[in-house]
């Protein structure tokens, strides 16, 4: 079946504007993570959805950031005004549930370049 | 919270083992992944082990847990150019009421000829 997928793969954006990422998680997982890469570094939790609700946001770096979810499916995450420091690969990843034994699947991810 | 730490670089001639380490630091951690990611692509679970397990072998991949260090292994044997990534070790850690997975800078692995 079809795996997570992510949109837009790339996306170059200047300082200051703002920018919609936007995750489509496996069908039927309940649970979705959004986390950062950012260059030479590991990967960065972001936020975490159960359903539509995100009981955590606190690795969210500012409040520039937000992220919903609608649905029980596809979630967004928002950038407002963007800083270069924000430029990153973000990837999302779902799972069937919170639960340690659900393995976290992950999408190709989203390259952001913010100039 | 939890920690997790790699080398950075692995280089290997083809044919030879692989074997990449990883330390965390939360001991409560019940479940430690591999995953690995090729260039311009997500990350791709390659393997897990349960923190009860100290060994788990599959096909060219073999995972050792020294729980009590606090030290995880993988090591794969026969190393191929298509298995040319960034592997990354993360250990899942508790919080809030939710699994959260932690991870390590990643190791990039480089096979030559």
């Known amino acids: 079946g079809a795996g997570v997928s992510q949109s837009p793969s790339n996306k170059v954006t200047e300082k200051g504007k703002d920018v919609e990422l936007r995750c489509d998680p496996i069908s039927g997982h309940t649970a979705l993570y959004w986390y950062r890469q950012s260059l030479g570094q590991g990967l960065e939790f972001l936020i975490y959805?159960?359903?539509?609700?995100?009981?955590?946001k606190s690795g969210l770096p500012s409040d520039r950031f937000s992220a919903e979810r609608t649905g029980g499916s596809v979630s967004t995450l928002t950038i407002q005004r963007t800083q270069q420091e924000d430029s990153a690969v973000y990837l999302c990843?779902?799972?069937?549930?919170?639960?340690?034994?659900?393995?976290?699947?992950f999408g190709p991810g989203t390259r952001l370049t913010v100039l | 919270g939890e920690d997790v730490e790699q080398s950075l670089f692995l280089s290997v001639r083809e044919g030879d083992s692989s074997v990449i380490n990883c330390t965390y630091t939360?001991?409560?951690?019940?479940?430690l992944y591999w995953y690995k990611q090729e260039p311009g692509a997500g990350l791709q679970l390659l393997t897990y082990?349960?923190?009860?397990?100290d060994m788990k072998q599959d096909q060219r991949l073999t995972v050792l847990l020294n729980k009590k260090d606090k030290h995880l292994s993988l090591r794969i044997a026969d190393t191929q150019t298509g298995d040319s990534a960034i592997y990354f070790c993360a250990a899942i850690m508790f919080s809030g009421g939710y699994n959260k997975l932690i991870f390590g800078a990643g190791t990039r692995l480089a096979v030559h000829p």
């Open positions: 990843a779902s799972s069937l549930s919170y639960r340690e034994t659900d393995t976290q699947y």
């Open positions: 082990i349960f923190s009860n397990m």
């Open positions: 959805f159960q359903g539509n609700s995100a009981p955590d």
């Open positions: 939360d001991s409560s951690s019940t479940y």
